[in-house]
């Protein structure tokens, strides 16, 4: 158990001394959600106005609205980011090393992961701080809430990176598989628009967003940000994360990766 700590302790504290080093990293991840809840929301208030749904219990702006949907932007870019470390690490050599350490691989893999959720939910606090410097607040009892729900989603969108960065073999191929799952993973959700928004133009749009693994980890912040458990989110997102992270670990298998390479 002690070499099991001491590795999740090296894994963890790499991850943060890259991140805290990348300071473009960093203000990437905030300026994007930003340039959404201050800009584009802006402009849209007007035109979208959004009803009395759980778990408001009033009607809102559409600028509170799509905070819970931004905070999954972040994640979700994070978790894709993070995997893009992966790939690189593949090529250089230094993540084959680490996948024949005698630890076992899921633990040297959810380390991995859990570095990444940490970097994710430091990012989401900062919006959430800056959001309310806005006038944009939550619940107070909502901004602890909302720990285990960051936690649960950034373990699910971080396996679905780590699934993604098994399947890649050059760094250079990896931005546009992303652009392949991040844009319609976003705008396929219930980040920006609500479902219910989504069925009066399209029932089977409405339907894809409803089998989305993002809109439900998207959900499950959203009531968790006022102090809600939604229940049916987090067992699709707990679902998805253990698909996801079975799946990465196949794909990680050093013994598959031998067998591919010769033949």
């Excluded at 960065?165 to 931005?175: G, Y």
Aim: charged residues 10%; hydrophobic residues 55%; glycine residues 6%.
């Amino acid at each position: 158990m002690k070499a099991w700590l001491i590795a999740l302790s090296a894994i963890v504290t790499r991850e943060n001394l890259r991140f805290i080093r990348q300071r473009g990293r960093f203000l990437a991840a905030l300026v994007r959600p930003l340039v959404w809840l201050i800009v584009f929301a802006a402009g849209f208030r007007a035109a979208l106005g959004v009803s009395i749904i759980p778990p408001y219990q009033t009607y809102i702006t559409y600028e509170v609205y799509i905070v819970p949907g931004l905070c999954g932007m972040i994640q979700l870019f994070n978790g894709m980011q993070s995997s893009l470390s992966l790939v690189y690490d593949q090529e250089m050599g230094s993540m084959r090393l680490l996948l024949t350490s005698p630890l076992p691989r899921w633990w040297l893999l959810f380390s991995k992961l859990l570095a990444g959720v940490i970097v994710s939910i430091l990012q989401v606090a900062v919006f959430l701080a800056i959001a309310a410097l806005t006038g944009i607040t939550m619940p107070p009892v909502g901004y602890i809430a909302v720990l285990p729900a960051l936690v649960v989603s950034g373990l699910m969108l971080g396996a679905l990176g780590l699934l993604i960065s098994s399947t890649v073999r050059q760094l250079e191929n990896f931005a546009g598989v992303m652009n392949f799952v991040i844009f319609p993973m976003f705008f396929l959700s219930s980040a920006l628009y609500p479902l219910w928004k989504m069925a009066e133009s399209s029932p089977l749009l409405r339907d894809i967003c409803a089998l989305n693994p993002f809109t439900h980890a998207v959900e499950l912040i959203r009531f968790a940000l006022y102090g809600e458990l939604n229940l049916t989110a987090l067992a699709w997102v707990s679902i998805c994360f253990v698909l996801f992270m079975l799946a990465a670990l196949w794909g990680y298998n050093p013994a598959r990766a031998m067998l591919r390479s010769k033949g």
